[in-house]
């Protein structure tokens, strides 16, 4: 007794047909994003601060003012150091009042600090957050619990205050570098989470037992089938960090505990602009321009990033 | 001459043996199928032959796979055989391949993993052969596209190139055809049936689907709860069931030669 199953006669080969319904999602991100005229906009501007901070010496020379050169003749000493007119073909933004310093310079010396300062953090957040959220998603068990209560703890602790007493405590020389490593120590938790929560559910699909059962190690599983799953999440995650580092650092020179002066920074310009705000207004302004815009432009971009790798908003 | 020998084979959570002492050979080159209902228990006999049981799983009993006592091994050596010399194949073949990978990539790095030495270039010749060989029209230009841009059966051939690609003494089949609809599943089981007689692996083919076994299977293990209710040749099983459980899970199929009449459930469910 045999049981028919129906169509077995079906030749081989005939229902090779390509299944092409799910949108490539990779392709083109960036194509899709320069298509947009507001993303574009975004990127142009980042990639503009960008080139400032790269080219800042070059750039001064081209401007004429180093950033910490004073010019007595482009402020009234009898008047207090009131600025003599503001934007001019030689000092292009003005200068500082009381000192006469270039502020054009400055901000291109700014961009540096504010840069360098928010890319470092936003590298070692990233670095930390994905390996302890892998490890702990992955892992489970008593690993998951004691990095999960790192976490906890980290998000719990009043942040800023401890930023303010740990930075004005401790000696002010590698105030850049001590930055880095407090907003780094406190930020990679919120990558964490949401990298350990995706692995978990992850590592219950049917693609990573199958790796298992064909003899891939661990790591093997951990990196080459997990990790390139998180791209998109972890893509999204860093260009929203970005710009909250950089309002992280230009509040805590603010603060007076950010980048020591006389090293310019954006924040630290704005600090000192508090002063003169009912005389020369445009020592606010400028600063604070560049930093809002360059804020607003990594949050739209990272908006739209999100909305092209995501098209299903599934994040 | 036996390739696998599983003898009181028996899985623990908790307090429940959801597999139960349970004994089966397999031939080399031979199939042997292994009928159940859902919660009988064939799929974690699988994956206790894999050694990929949940952790609050315990094993005990003996099975042993061409000399080597598969219940002793580090896990390090069970890493080397798994894939290499037992390979698997799922349920889904959608979920079982990761969709940032081209299926070239996949089957490559199963083969490379295996293979220390071999070259980008030779395993991803390797992988064009297996796809070649599980007829995947195109192979050599297939090999760069994603897991979405194939359909469900051809999915499944991917899965079983991937599986072929080492060349395995056992391959283990865990309701290959399920997730696919009849006609790609008649294709699924004429594959595996040609990859067991080209490459002279043996195969064990888990199913709930007695017409799946009785077209390819040689031994048949049916079980319930736990335990092997009747073994033997697929034709005597097919032909006289010994067991009432056998009986009436044959009755429970529909026949297309039958008139119409009102399926017949088996009574009971899962302890």
């Known amino acids: 007794m045999t049981i028919p199953t129906t169509g077995l006669t079906v030749p081989a080969d005939s229902g090779q047909e390509t ?43 081209v401007s004429g003012w180093d950033p910490y050169e004073f010019d007595q003749s482009a402020i009234d000493a009898n008047m207090g150091g009131i600025p003599l007119g503001g934007f001019s073909g030689s000092h292009w933004l003005g200068v500082e009042p009381g000192t006469g310093r270039d502020i054009f310079a400055r901000i291109v010396y700014g961009a540096r600090a504010s840069m360098l300062i928010a890319i470092s953090a936003t590298v070692l957040t990233t670095l ?23 976490m906890e703890f980290l998000m719990a602790f009043p942040a800023l205050i401890f930023m303010i007493a740990v930075l004005s405590a401790l000696p002010a020389d590698d105030r850049q570098y001590l930055l880095v490593v407090v907003i780094s120590v406190f930020g990679w938790p919120y990558l964490a989470r949401i990298v350990r929560g995706q692995t978990m559910s992850l590592k219950q699909r049917e693609f990573v037992e199958a790796a298992v059962a064909s003899g891939a190690s661990r790591s093997t599983v951990v990196f080459t089938e997990i990790l390139p799953n998180l791209r998109s999440t972890i893509l999204v995650m860093v260009t929203l960090a970005v710009p909250g580092y950089i309002g992280t650092e230009a509040g805590l020179s603010f603060l007076g505990v950010g980048v020591v002066p006389p090293t310019p920074s954006w924040g630290q310009m704005i600090a000192s602009s508090v002063n003169w705000y009912s005389v020369v207004p445009l020592y606010f302004v400028v600063p604070g321009t560049f930093l809002a815009l360059l804020v607003l432009s990594f949050m739209v971009l990272g908006d739209r990033v999100r909305s092209v790798v995501d098209p299903k908003g599934r994040s | 001459m036996t390739l696998l020998q599983a003898k009181g084979l028996t899985v623990t959570f908790g307090a429940t043996n959801v597999v139960d002492g349970i004994d089966f050979e397999v031939r080399p080159g031979g199939t042997l199928g292994i009928v159940g209902e859902s919660g009988s228990g064939k799929s974690m006999t699988s994956l206790a032959i894999m050694g990929l049981l949940p952790s609050s799983a315990t094993r005990a009993g003996s099975i042993d796979f061409a000399g080597t006592e598969l219940t002793k091994v580090t896990e390090r050596q069970m890493r080397a055989i798994r894939g290499d010399r037992i390979a698997m194949v799922f349920q889904d073949p959608l979920s079982s391949l990761n969709p940032y990978y081209t299926v070239g990539t996949q089957i490559a790095e199963a083969y490379r993993s295996h293979r220390s030495g071999v070259s980008r270039k030779a395993a991803r010749a390797a992988a064009i052969e297996a796809m070649d060989r599980v007829h995947i029209k195109d192979a050599g230009k297939r090999v760069d596209d994603y897991p979405h841009q194939f359909s469900g059966g051809m999915r499944q051939r991917v899965m079983i190139a991937m599986a072929l690609s080492t060349e395995p003494e056992l391959i283990i089949a865990d309701e290959p055809t399920t997730a696919l609809d009849v006609t790609v599943q008649a294709q699924i089981l004429d594959l595996l049936a040609e990859v067991r007689r080209d490459t002279g692996a043996a195969l064990i083919l888990i199913t709930h689907d007695l017409a ?16 092997v209710v009747e073994t033997g040749t697929a034709e005597q099983i097919f032909s006289d069931p010994q067991a009432p459980y056998t009986q009436a899970l044959l009755d429970a199929v529909p026949r297309i030669d039958d008139s119409i009449g009102d399926l017949r459930p088996v009574p009971g469910g899962p302890a």
């Not at chain 1, 930390?128 to 790192?150: P, Q």
């Not at chain 2, 799946?212 to 335990?227: F, K, N, Q």
């Open chain 1, 19 to 61: 299944a092409g319904t799910t949108p490539q999602l990779r392709a083109s991100v960036l194509r899709t994003l320069l298509r947009d005229p507001v993303a574009a906009a975004c990127l142009a501007y980042i990639v503009l601060v960008l080139m400032m901070a790269a080219f800042a010496p070059l750039i001064v020379k």
């Open chain 2, 212 to 227: 799946v076994v009785s077209e390819v299977a040689d031994d048949l293990i049916v079980m319930r709860h736990g335990r």
């Open chain 1, 128 to 150: 930390l957050g994905v390996v302890f959220g892998l490890l702990a998603g992955y892992f489970g068990g008593r690993t998951d619990m004691v990095i999960s209560r790192v």
